[in-house]
């Protein structure tokens, strides 16, 4: 399989950090994707978005949803997406939660990089700042369980964005989010093999 990723997304994380934990690593091989448009591998995704993983047998898979979910196939199913249904729909949810506030994140990350100063809309940053600000006051209330999961994946992706795009701000107002990232990082190998770079 071939994973074509930029090293600096969350979402490319998420999915490399998922072939970690289901024992698939070794079969993917990491193809780098930035500054280069128009590959061929990612072209194969009409959005021309990444992650984007082409199986074995050519089939190209996208998005990091889907990736998970065919990784989890792969490993033989109920790895990290759980079978019995409140389990499962509890992990999708975080998971929706997780990539929610990862793409407001990025969000604010283009406001501010890619576009020119007379365009940028402090109201739209504020807009998708809050977002970001309420999953993590969610998460604070409320914190992912101990388990291994495409939820608390995500969430680990996620926090992990935070900590390299905008130094870990988070951290000063969510103690016992900290805390269970910490654990996180510490039993997940897989997060500390996929650090993101530019």
């Known amino acids: 399989m071939k994973l074509r990723y930029s090293a600096a997304s969350p979402f ?21 994707a930035d500054h280069d448009p128009g590959d061929a591998i990612r072209s194969r995704n009409p959005l021309n978005k990444i992650p984007l993983l082409v199986a074995d047998d050519g089939m190209a898979i996208f998005d990091s949803v889907v990736i998970s979910e065919y990784l989890d196939h792969v490993a033989g199913g109920g790895r990290i997406i759980p079978v019995e249904p409140k389990a499962r729909f509890q992990a999708l949810t975080l998971q929706a939660l997780a990539d929610g506030m990862m793409d407001a994140a990025i969000l604010v990350m283009y406001e501010g990089r890619f576009r020119e100063d007379h365009q940028h809309s402090p109201r739209w940053v504020g807009m998708q700042q809050k977002k970001v600000d309420q999953g993590l006051d969610a998460l604070e209330a409320d914190l992912p369980g101990a388990g291994v999961d495409v939820g608390t994946i995500a969430v680990a992706a996620a926090l992990g964005y935070f900590d390299f795009r905008f130094k870990g701000a988070w951290r000063a107002t969510h103690p016992k989010l900290v805390a269970w990232f910490d654990d996180f990082v510490a039993r997940v190998p897989g997060f500390a093999k996929t650090q993101p770079g530019d």
Request: proline letters at 0%; zero cysteines.
């Open 12 to 32: 490319a994380r998420k999915v490399a950090m998922a072939g970690h934990v289901l024992g698939l690593a070794d079969r993917i091989e990491l193809v780098d």
